[in-house]
């Protein structure tokens, strides 16, 4: 569809929703016809600002617009199933935010309903786009560092200022391992291509102590193929929001995070200075030393995400980040916690 205008829909006026909403506007393909929130006085303002015209507080009469062909969904985590759902039946593709839903049951749910559709379904997991972790993908993906055995990542994220009793990310089933873990956990599956067959982990709390759930987790994974994976979670840290990332291969080691304008490749050879890379020598007691690339800080990428949607949707391309690869993390995620909880080794169930 070479001349075709993907007319777009944004369920939520949000911070993050207007971070989509930019990657609709930048992108000639699309327009942004629509917008929606229950808050209607801010939806109304966001709409205005932008020079959008239609504006809902009822998602239901967004999705009856017939001009519209695709909706972004960045509500509260536990409105995805419904309105991804809703969406599918009224004939629109999907860019759902991040985590798929909290639950197993919701996840099938919305699994079955892109089963039935014959739109697009994708999952926001937006790491898949910070320019630093697809640096990454690229050299691991040309064998830069040669067979992955050690993938590392973490979820350092204070929410002191965002959780509190009654906002919908106090929900336990909202845990910080689902909710903002699952970008780890889906880091890692994505860096190593394969799902985590195994997983041990732990958990503490020792800061939001009226929680209803564990702020801070620590999981250890097996991946096929003898990789293996930790993965650290804390919504109560006191740092800086990081998701500092260490991947070891038997070549080579590469350290990356999302809020860092540079990766560093450490390899047993030495790359030339074709690759645009700034080279070290090999230091006094002939250590590995790493080469840095620069990239630029994009840790909530949703123009790329969207121009990636946008092509799947225009051009009829498969769907990466699928339904079943969003469900997946969440499998995951809920192992971790499940194996913090009993102490038991877990087996993450991906059948969906
Ligand atoms: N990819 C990322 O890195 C990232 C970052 C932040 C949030 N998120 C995800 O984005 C989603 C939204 O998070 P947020 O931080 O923007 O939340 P938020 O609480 O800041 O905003 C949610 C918005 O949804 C609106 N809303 C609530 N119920 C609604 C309804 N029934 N119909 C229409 N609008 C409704 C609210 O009025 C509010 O404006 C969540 O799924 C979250 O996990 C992803």
């Not at 080579?252 to 809020?259: A, E, H, L, V």
């Amino acid at each position: 569809m070479e001349n075709k205008i993907l007319n777009v829909g944004v369920i939520s006026c949000s911070g993050m929703a207007t971070g989509h909403m930019k990657g609709v506007i930048n992108n000639p393909r699309a327009k942004l016809v629509a917008v929606c929130d229950i808050d209607f006085e801010k939806a109304k303002k966001v709409a205005a600002e932008r020079g959008v015209e239609k504006v809902y507080a009822d998602y239901r009469e967004l999705l009856a617009q017939p001009e519209i062909d695709a909706v972004i969904i960045v509500t509260p985590d536990q409105l995805h199933r419904e309105m991804a759902v809703a969406a599918l039946e009224a004939g629109k593709h999907v860019l759902c935010e991040k985590p798929l839903a909290l639950t197993r049951e919701d996840c099938k749910a919305i699994a079955d309903a892109v089963k039935k559709s014959d739109k697009k379904f994708m999952v926001g997991q937006i790491c898949r786009f910070t320019p630093g972790f697809v640096a990454a993908k690229n050299f691991i993906d040309a064998g830069e560092i040669g067979e992955l055995m050690f993938v590392e990542s973490e979820y350092a994220h204070d929410y002191e200022n965002i959780l509190k009793p009654g906002v919908w990310r106090y929900d336990p089933l909202r845990n910080g391992v689902v909710g903002g873990g699952c970008h780890a956990v889906d880091l890692l599956r994505w860096i190593v291509g394969d799902d985590p067959i195994e997983i041990k982990a732990y958990s503490t709390k020792k800061i939001f102590k009226d929680l209803p759930y564990d702020d801070t987790h620590i999981a250890i994974m097996q991946f096929p193929n003898n990789v293996i994976g930790k993965v650290f979670v804390s919504i109560s840290c006191k740092r800086n929001y990081t998701m500092r990332s260490v991947f070891y291969g038997t070549k080579g080691t590469i350290i990356c995070d999302n809020t860092s304008g540079e990766i560093s490749v450490f390899r047993d050879t030495f790359p030339g200075l074709s690759e645009g890379g700034k080279i070290f020598e090999k230091n006094a007691l002939n250590c590995t030393v790493p080469v840095q690339y620069k990239v630029n800080i994009a840790n909530h990428n949703a123009v790329a995400e969207f121009e990636e949607f946008c092509r799947i949707v225009l051009d009829d391309l498969p769907v990466k980040t699928t339904v079943y690869e969003g469900a997946k993390t969440i499998a995951a995620c809920h192992a971790i916690v499940e194996a913090a909880e009993t102490g038991k080794t877990v087996v993450p169930d991906y059948n969906f």
